[in-house]
């Protein structure tokens, strides 16, 4: 049974960071694109940042390039998410997700988990 759990968001003041991790269980972690997705409260959802299996290949959203930091650890089975200089307007759910694709991106989601929220305010 595939599971994504997400932690380490919370209430964060704007140029603050956070981690984000996502933890993976239920399939072999090492053979999957992984990615990161937000939401905003009454926004659709947006596409923050991909990974390659094995860590050597990053894509980021043209817009949010230069905060987030997309990683993973295969030994680990664990997928992270570094934000910095946080602003108002990254307050949002945050969600992992797994490639419906073995090895190869398709860009195409068939799990994810269940979300954390980072809230930035002062």
């Known amino acids: 049974q595939v599971q994504l759990v997400e932690s380490g968001g919370g209430l964060v003041q704007p140029g603050g960071s956070l981690r984000l991790s996502c933890a993976a269980s239920?399939?072999?972690?090492?053979?999957?694109?992984m990615y990161w997705i937000r939401q905003a409260p009454g926004k659709g959802r947006e596409w923050i940042s991909g990974?390659?299996?094995?860590?050597?290949?990053?894509h980021y959203a043209d817009s949010l390039k230069g905060r987030f930091t997309i990683s993973r650890d295969n030994t680990k089975n664990t997928l992270y998410l570094q934000i910095d200089s946080l602003k108002a307007e990254d307050t949002a759910m945050y969600y992992c997700?797994?490639?419906?694709?073995?090895?190869?991106?398709?860009?195409?989601?068939?799990?994810w988990g269940q979300g954390t929220q980072v809230t930035v305010s002062s």
């Open positions: 997700a797994k490639d419906v694709r073995e090895l190869a991106p398709s860009y195409n989601y068939d799990y």
């Open positions: 239920g399939f072999t972690f090492s053979d999957y694109w």
């Open positions: 990974i390659s299996t094995g860590g050597d290949r990053t």
